[in-house]
């Protein structure tokens, strides 16, 4: 069974503190990874987006890297801000999946000032 | 701007009383899914559509309909809603590369 696990599941962090948020899948065989962010009872925003044939993302203080052969990926916030504070959401999109994105559980983060 | 627009935002409704949720998009994408959120059980897909009159069952898909007679639209039916179908809905898009969420129904069935 195709799977996506998010380690910590919550993450308090002091503002200002460079962080990094944890992603692994079951299977190499994945077309792309999305990292999505949620505010509490609100919708997806999509971070960024990996191809499977990609080894990183970046955009502003974020940066994503994808490492198929060890099914693992991780989210980088440099210099936390108190803004940041949302549920991170790792999506894998697995080739026989029929397109359906499989969700890791989430990483809750709280940045204190 | 680019974007899927999902309606109503709040919905609550009794038991047994038909109700739809409409989903729009503007990037004409082919790909059109459902998913539902719920604590502890996380975001799985309902329903799924790769193109028009195409679509298929996702993960949880009891006690719903979907349709796609047009390729921007793809509105979520519950003909008879149950206290268990209250969660946080959304509907999604996708081109190839990367999915864009609406900003999701929250309904609640009492």
């Known amino acids: 069974k195709q799977e996506v696990t998010q380690i910590p599941a919550a993450l308090s962090v002091p503002e200002g503190e460079n962080l990094v948020l944890n992603c692994s899948f079951t299977d190499s065989a994945i077309y792309n990874l999305q990292w999505f962010r949620q505010d509490p009872g609100k919708g997806l925003t999509s971070l960024l987006l990996i191809q499977s044939s990609q080894r990183e993302q970046t955009s502003g203080r974020l940066n994503a890297s994808l490492d198929k052969s060890s099914g693992r990926s991780t989210l980088y916030i440099a210099a936390s801000q108190p803004g940041d504070s949302a549920t991170y959401l790792c999506?894998?999109?697995?080739?026989?999946?029929?397109?359906?994105?499989?969700f890791g559980q989430g990483t809750e983060l709280s940045v204190k000032p | 701007e680019a974007q899927v627009t999902q309606n109503p935002r709040y919905l609550i409704t009794v038991t047994g009383k038909k109700l739809t949720v409409t989903c729009s998009q503007n990037m004409n994408h082919e790909y059109m899914s459902w998913y539902r959120q719920d604590p502890g059980l996380g975001l799985r897909q309902i329903y799924y559509s790769m193109n028009v009159e195409v679509t298929d069952k996702g993960d949880v898909p009891e006690g719903y309909k979907v349709s796609r007679k047009e390729k921007r639209n793809f509105p979520l039916i519950l003909e008879s809603p149950s206290p268990n179908q209250t969660s946080l809905y959304f509907c999604?898009?996708?081109?190839?590369?990367?999915?864009?969420f609406g900003s999701g129904t929250r309904l609640t069935v009492v």
């Open positions: 999506a894998v999109l697995f080739y026989n999946q029929g397109g359906k994105l499989i």
């Open positions: 999604a898009s996708s081109l190839h590369y990367g999915y864009t």
